[in-house]
């Protein structure tokens, strides 16, 4: 069984940072991409920022320029630096990995559980 487990939310007033943290643990062979993904009260969710094993990156428009993201591969770990925060990006934000539990089964999806970040204004 696979676990995606986040830290690192909480309450920060605009201008501010925080740095989300998440650890893949359980049976993994091997991890392909790691991302996070945010969804505010009545939005869809949407993609944060997303890096592959080899350490290409993806962020949203929204947060370009603000927000790094990074991984540790020998940890199974993958890290979101949030800076210039902004009351818009209060969101739940998802840890997700696309990986093999085992070198013949297929790539799938994982997701934690969220950790909630708010910015006040």
């Known amino acids: 069984q696979v676990q995606l487990v986040e830290s690192g939310g909480g309450l920060v007033q605009a201008g501010g940072s925080l740095r989300l943290s998440c650890a893949a643990s359980?049976?993994?062979?091997?991890?392909?991409?790691m991302g996070w993904y945010r969804q505010a009260p009545g939005k869809q969710r949407e993609l944060v920022a997303a890096i592959t094993s080899g350490g290409s990156t993806n962020y949203g428009d929204s947060v370009k320029g603000r927000f790094t993201i990074s991984r540790d591969n020998a940890k199974n770990s993958v890290y979101l630096q949030m800076n210039s925060l902004k009351p818009e990006d209060t969101a739940v934000y998802y840890c997700?990995?696309?990986?093999?539990?085992?070198?013949?089964?297929?790539?799938?999806?994982?997701w934690g559980q969220g950790t909630q970040v708010t910015v006040s204004s």
């Open positions: 359980g049976s993994i062979a091997s991890i392909n991409a």
């Open positions: 997700a990995a696309e990986l093999w539990v085992n070198p013949s089964s297929p790539l799938n999806d994982y």
